[in-house]
């Protein structure tokens, strides 16, 4: 594998110390995860990264000018959308040393798929001492990357935290609520269906920080069994719904939840499945939890 090698001289490592990014659940700073459970497209991801350069080491090392003008950028890149957005430009002050705390609030209506960060020292205007100095502006001195997956139940839908016990005092050991909105069946799905998790409790709090604990996954799957089993139910509730024809592009709430029934038992009809939850609803209980694979 060829390793490309920059055409001027680099930096040591220890000239510049990353102080990892984090990201905001619920008004609480935890350590960007790998895998976002709960994101949602119409989120806003608060993040907040530390950095500290040694300057004078850094351009000493380059043979760079002491009054060359650096900058520190961030990058945020997205393979679900294949979107690529500057999110952070810093000058660094002409100072022997720098150290900043800096808060960046990403829209995600773009993203998805795997989110990357990547943080990066560059090169504004050059005062070369060398002919091995970088000159062009732009020139990457340092980066680093960092990635995340922006995926799982919370891709599908609307979804927020809060504590319970100051919103819903009387629901405050509850996980989570969804609210399922079959008023009108035209509307957006994404409009019609909101998830809620309960930030006070300390097992949820835990999987929304991206914990890969044996307690997390089961708790994912308990969510995911109920949030399936509640709009399962929502579906064939509804008269409507059962006697639509599948639209696998519709976007409507009607439309997804009548894919939903189809994507679970696409040989089975509604009104056979709208039977078993009249008059057997543990057989439909039973098929929910083995099409989610509660029991891997």
Known sequence: ???????????????????????????????LPSEMKLWDYQ??????FGIQIDRALLTRQCELGFDSELAVLAVASSTGTGI??????IPIPLRDSYEIT?????????????????????????????ELS????????W???????LEGIGGQFPTEAEDFALTRPTEAHA????KVDTSDLDALFNSSVRLTLNSGSSSVKSLLAGSQSQES?????????????????????NEDIRRMEVDIDGTSIASVLRNLIFQLWPSKSPSVLYGWLRDSPERLETAIQSSRRFVP
């Open 134 to 141: 970088p000159t062009e502006p732009g020139s990457i001195l």
């Open 217 to 237: 996954k089961l708790l994912a799957t308990m969510l995911d069994i109920d949030v399936t089993r509640q709009l399962v139910a929502a579906a064939l509730s």
């Open 175 to 178: 996980g989570w609520a969804l």
């Open 1 to 31: 594998m060829k390793i490309p090698v920059a055409p001027y001289l680099y930096p040591g490592p220890e000239t510049v110390e990353h102080r990892g990014w984090s990201v905001r659940f619920a008004d609480e700073l935890v350590e």
């Open 43 to 48: 989120s806003v991801i608060g993040l907040t």
């Open 84 to 89: 690529e957005r500057k999110i952070v430009d």
């Open 143 to 149: 980066r680093l990357r960092h990635s995340t997956h």
């Open 102 to 130: 800096h808060e960046v609030d990403l829209e995600s209506y773009d993203l998805g798929g795997r989110l990357t960060i990547e943080t990066l020292v560059v090169v504004r205007r050059a005062v070369p001492l060398s």
